[in-house]
């Protein structure tokens, strides 16, 4: 149900808009894109900023926060979750039995 493609201006989930930047939707969409695989976060820096913006690993952390934060309000729960020791993944329903194993 997310659209999140580069046609798009703005993200939706089921057609309600998901007001994101454009750092965020560019890591929604490295996410995406890697599902089911998870991503690290110095994997997501790579492709979600610009060389000459390269932030911290941690501020991987806080925009994935944010998104998260901004689904809760449209869906009640997080978009995003971490797996130990793999990385960031889009929450499916295979991810929440694989991470509850």
């Known amino acids: 149900g ?4 580069a046609e798009s ?4 989930f089921l057609h309600s808009a998901l007001p ?3 750092t965020e939707t560019m890591v929604l969409r490295i ?3 890697a599902y089911p695989r998870p991503i690290r976060a110095a994997e997501i820096l790579k492709y979600a900023f610009r060389q ?3 932030p911290d690993v941690s501020n991987v952390r806080t925009h994935v926060s944010l998104i998260n934060r901004k689904y809760r309000e449209l869906r009640g729960e997080n978009l995003i ?3 130990d020791g793999e990385g960031y993944v889009i ?3 295979s ?3 694989k991470r509850d194993i």
């Open 2 to 5: 997310i659209r999140a493609c």
């Open 9 to 12: 201006k703005v993200p939706t």
């Open 20 to 22: 994101l930047t454009k």
């Open 31 to 33: 996410l995406i894109k």
């Open 52 to 54: 000459s913006r390269y």
């Open 81 to 83: 979750t971490f797996l």
């Open 91 to 93: 929450l499916t329903p």
């Open 95 to 97: 991810i929440i039995n």
